[in-house]
């Protein structure tokens, strides 16, 4: 038979499976942090009609999108979980409860070209708080919480989030004179990081036009280093969004510290702008603290209008996504996935040593019942290979059930973890493996 | 701005929130029982090269298969997740350790003719046990025992898994001299059940063309009532492959109980022969024992060879498959999802009756360290309506902070259940509504 070489695509990640164990745990522990802020799963099809995956308008994202057709439809396949979400609130309006807080983990698909770090298939998580009409600013102050539960469930410590408020963004350049260009303005200033503030003026000046005092004026302004409040102050009672801003800034900072997130977590820069056009209130971007030059690992924002592209009705919201994949070859590559966590694919390998298999498969079950995962292993393979089974995978326990054990109504068990070998009725031992599996367990996957 | 029709394919299961939680819940108790067995998540990529998934060739499969091509590279959306795992075992053959043992839960794409209960994205549920050039007859008993715990765990308790073998069915029509029709004859005897035994011995006769005698002799077998171990003794020492095939399922018989299995939830069953030619050992297929007509709600069997089409390696396995949408739409049209079952997002919701919302937002920090799901509702509206928020969404306790709880150190809980209102310490309270969650988390989906 011709045989096909087997491979995997390209921009495609596929884990081997301790990795994927790792890769799991983290979801879980994403939906378990976001179900404590009343989020609620939802499932969208990553396939859809085209014009509705197209509906807020092509360019890079059209071209970056698998499109297929079947029959006589034209098909896409999602690029992100927003318009997903769009369409869902916009369809099932009548049937949902607003504010409506949903949380989406699913692949999503970019042709990009890929290198290193890019994926083509990945994962986002996605959180979005959605009004009817309205939405009140608490929703805003409780992001950064969410952010903070959600990556400290992962086991990270070292990380911060930036937050800024496009309202107080967008009117400063206002009051300087420079609202006509503040998408283009903020669009370079969210490249301070990169450029230092030098070459910052001078692609303010001579891209953009400005004058020497709006360009001192934005500089000071955005690279202020003592409580941003103190420069907020000073343009205080020009221009009434301004103020808007300023003060929704003071309620996130008043309620951040009752949401839990500690000080050392966020800082709030006026710098941060966030390239996308839709944000209109408050905008959030997390770094790790020291790996700043991986980028933002996960952002998002305020936004007046949802689906627009869909329905007339006004439907504000707040929200953030992470790309996971990313996230996860960061965390790879950096070293930071935890040598302690426990991945291995059973707790307990039983080895029957009798051609009555009964006695050990009543022994799995048993142990099963007590939540342990088990296998047994009865492969015509020498002892010294079945022992080394689980070596190789990582099973902490293996319990042997000879003809001595079997008359004597006790299992003996090796804790490969230091070569210790106990022999005892199946309850008590099924009782101290269930303990020390527990103590494995507790290990997150990021150190 | 135009407005596009908001709209979802047909053939695209969306769920609304709370039957997407019963959904979630589902997946997620069938990855805890795979796992109690010690297989290991993998999570593939939904799409690959044509020639990957083309593999096996086409035929019905490639018509209705999605496919598209980015740049010069020719793709298709996976159909199932066998050709998936074939390739995954021999792409990474030297960094597993076999027997390997992988569950998969994840998205299939076909393009079928779209059908109450047919869906062209839906979930499977795979497990499968892969050896490597040998592989134990005691993982064919445990796969029984594996759909047991797994269906039990959703819930279900009415249901039955027939069991067969292959090499018995196989080598019984060569004793009776129609080896070279054995297919054929496995595909028409697969429909006793719906054309009775008259009309399946008018078929083998005139569209097979066999004897009067063969047909007798096939009847009697398959339709057979009693033990069935007694009429496959009649047939013993006549065939190799026979008694393998035999001794086969009597080591299943005998192990079943040890796994868990009662007896009431199986059935070897002589004329079970599942349609895939690839079959060569025990073969399974769940019914839910009240309602036959739906058919099988998933099954699988033993194959001798997974990955011919990408290695020389002879892999052989066993696995089963479930289709998770189709399972749950049959649920719901038999209205076998449970009223009892607890979906709410939120486990509380905290209305603050004061400006000042630090003392709401600790609150809710605080409940959710406890592991509670909680919302605070501070959009501006009626009280009625804030209440009726939770009516809608059925959370089932509202806390109210006023003035009073804030000066007294206490907040008020009403249990939206029974419409007590209690005042007490947030510490008691949480206690409380932590037991009754509890409680209420453990009534599973399915009734």
Same mark, same amino acid.
């Given at each position: 038979?011709?045989?096909?070489?087997?491979?995997?695509?390209?921009?495609?990640?596929?884990?081997?499976?301790?990795?994927?164990?790792?890769?799991?745990?983290?979801?879980?522990?994403?939906?378990?942090?976001?179900?404590?802020?009343?989020?609620?799963?939802?499932?969208?099809?990553?396939?859809?009609?085209?014009?509705?995956?197209?509906?807020?308008?092509?360019?890079?994202?059209?071209?970056?999108?698998?499109?297929?057709?079947?029959?006589?439809?034209?098909?896409?396949?999602?690029?992100?979980?927003?318009?997903?979400?769009?369409?869902?609130?916009?369809?099932?309006?009548?049937?949902?409860?607003?504010?409506?807080?949903?949380?989406?983990?699913?692949?999503?698909?970019?042709?990009?070209?890929?290198?290193?770090?890019?994926?083509?298939?990945?994962?986002?998580?996605?959180?979005?708080?959605?009004?009817?009409?309205?939405?009140?600013?608490?929703?805003?102050?409780?992001?950064?919480?969410?952010?903070?539960?959600?990556?400290?469930?992962?086991?990270?410590?070292?990380?911060?989030?930036?937050?800024?408020?496009?309202?107080?963004?967008?009117?400063?350049?206002?009051?300087?004179?420079?609202?006509?260009?503040?998408?283009?303005?903020?669009?370079?200033?969210?490249?301070?990081?990169?450029?230092?503030?030098?070459?910052?003026?001078?692609?303010?000046?001579?891209?953009?036009?400005?004058?020497?005092?709006?360009?001192?004026?934005?500089?000071?302004?955005?690279?202020?280093?003592?409580?941003?409040?103190?420069?907020?102050?000073?343009?205080?009672?020009?221009?009434?969004?301004?103020?808007?801003?300023?003060?929704?800034?003071? /309620? %996130?900072? =008043?309620?951040?510290?009752?949401? @839990?997130?500690?000080?050392?977590? *966020?800082?709030? #820069?006026?710098?941060?702008?966030?390239?996308?056009?839709?944000?209109?209130?408050?905008?959030?971007?997390?770094?790790?603290?020291?790996?700043?030059?991986?980028?933002?690992?996960?952002?998002?924002?305020?936004?007046?209008?949802?689906?627009?592209?869909?329905?007339?009705?006004?439907?504000?919201?707040?929200?953030?996504?992470?790309?996971?994949?990313?996230?996860?070859?960061?965390?790879?590559?950096?070293?930071?996935?935890?040598?302690?966590?426990?991945?291995?694919?059973?707790?307990?390998?039983?080895?029957?040593?009798?051609?009555?298999?009964?006695?050990?498969? /009543? %022994?799995? =079950?048993?142990?099963?019942?007590? @939540?342990?995962?088990?296998?047994? *292993?009865?492969? #015509?393979?020498?002892?010294?290979?079945?022992?080394?089974?689980?070596?190789?995978?990582?099973?902490?326990?293996?319990?042997?059930?000879?003809?001595?054990?079997?008359?004597?109504?006790?299992?003996?068990?090796?804790?490969?973890?230091?070569?210790?070998?106990?022999?005892?009725?199946?309850?008590?031992?099924?009782?101290?493996?269930?303990?020390?599996?527990?103590?494995?367990?507790?290990?997150?996957?990021?150190?």
């Amino acid at each position: 038979m011709r045989k096909i070489k087997p491979r995997t695509l390209s921009g495609f990640m596929e884990l081997l499976p301790s990795e994927q164990v790792s890769f799991d745990t983290m979801m879980q522990k994403l939906r378990d942090s976001f179900s404590l802020f009343g989020f609620t799963p939802l499932d969208t099809p990553l396939m859809e009609a085209s014009e509705i995956l197209l509906a807020k308008g092509g360019g890079e994202t059209e071209k970056q999108m698998y499109q297929l057709s079947k029959g006589d439809t034209d098909l896409a396949l999602r690029y992100e979980l927003t318009t997903s979400l769009a369409k869902y609130v916009s369809l099932y309006y009548n049937d949902l409860t607003f504010p409506f807080r949903r949380y989406e983990i699913g692949k999503v698909y970019r042709g990009e070209r890929a290198q290193r770090g890019r994926f083509r298939e990945f994962y986002q998580a996605d959180i979005d708080i959605i009004g009817d009409g309205s939405l009140n600013i608490l929703n805003e102050a409780e992001i950064p919480s969410v952010i903070y539960k959600a990556l400290t469930s992962l086991g990270l410590s070292r990380f911060y989030i930036r937050i800024n408020n496009r309202k107080v963004l967008g009117s400063f350049y206002e009051i300087i004179g420079a609202g006509d260009k503040a998408t283009e303005i903020m669009r370079t200033v969210d490249k301070l990081d990169k450029v230092g503030s030098d070459k910052l003026s001078k692609m303010l000046s001579e891209n953009l036009g400005l004058t020497d005092a709006q360009i001192s004026e934005i500089i000071s302004f955005v690279t202020y280093k003592g409580d941003p409040f103190e420069i907020l102050d000073k343009y205080k009672g020009k221009n009434e969004t301004f103020d808007k801003g300023t003060e929704e800034l003071l /309620t %996130l900072k =008043t309620l951040l510290s009752g949401f @839990g997130v500690p000080e050392s977590h *966020y800082k709030i #820069d006026l710098s941060l702008a966030r390239g996308l056009d839709y944000y209109t209130g408050t905008v959030y971007e997390t770094y790790l603290t020291d790996y700043p030059e991986v980028g933002s690992i996960g952002g998002g924002g305020r936004y007046d209008n949802l689906a627009e592209y869909f329905t007339d009705r006004k439907m504000p919201g707040v929200g953030i996504s992470i790309g996971l994949n990313r996230l996860f070859y960061i965390l790879q590559e950096q070293k930071l996935l935890s040598d302690d966590f426990y991945s291995s694919p059973a707790d307990v390998l039983i080895i029957p040593m009798t051609d009555d298999l009964s006695p050990a498969v /009543t %022994l799995a =079950t048993s142990m099963r019942e007590a @939540g342990l995962k088990v296998q047994i *292993y009865n492969e #015509d393979k020498k002892f010294k290979v079945k022992v080394s089974y689980a070596n190789k995978l990582d099973i902490p326990f293996v319990a042997f059930l000879g003809e001595d054990e079997i008359k004597g109504g006790v299992i003996t068990v090796k804790d490969m973890t230091n070569g210790q070998q106990t022999t005892a009725s199946s309850a008590m031992l099924t009782a101290g493996i269930c303990d020390k599996i527990k103590e494995l367990n507790k290990n997150p996957p990021v150190r």
